[in-house]
């Protein structure tokens, strides 16, 4: 069993930038891959950033390109998101999740693992 707690969500005014963390119990965090998705109020939820075991590969979603950046710190057992130039639309309650091949995904559906979420709200 592995355990993600999400942290770091806020208010924060558009501009801003947040930092939110996913801290995984065990001793196999850095034999996973990790991701970051997203559910605003009324909308499905939707693929943020991946990153594989290593950290030497990611893939960010087209939405936040350039503005977010997904990272880990295996000795840390902590996966991190960087919020930078926050828009109202990324207002939305944010999860992390664990993938046991290591690889990284897009796809809810091979993730193994799930946060209970943190919410970030960015005032207009």
């Known amino acids: 069993q592995v355990q993600l707690v999400e942290s770091g969500g806020g208010l924060v005014q558009a501009g801003g930038s947040l930092r939110l963390s996913c801290v995984a119990s065990?001793?196999?965090?850095?034999?996973?891959?990790m991701g970051w998705f997203r559910q605003a109020p009324g909308k499905e939820r939707e693929f943020v950033a991946t990153?594989?075991?290593?950290?030497?590969?990611?893939y960010h979603a087209d939405s936040v390109k350039g503005r977010f950046t997904i990272s880990r710190d295996n000795a840390k057992n902590t996966v991190y998101l960087q919020m930078n130039s926050l828009k109202p639309e990324d207002t939305a309650v944010y999860y992390c999740?664990?993938?046991?091949?290591?690889?990284?995904?897009?796809?809810?559906?091979?993730?193994?693992?799930w946060g209970q979420g943190t919410q970030v709200t960015v005032s207009s």
């Open positions: 990153i594989n075991w290593s950290g030497g590969t990611t």
């Open positions: 999740a664990a993938e046991a091949s290591g690889r990284g995904a897009r796809s809810m559906s091979v993730y193994d693992y």
């Open positions: 065990g001793r196999g965090f850095s034999t996973y891959a």
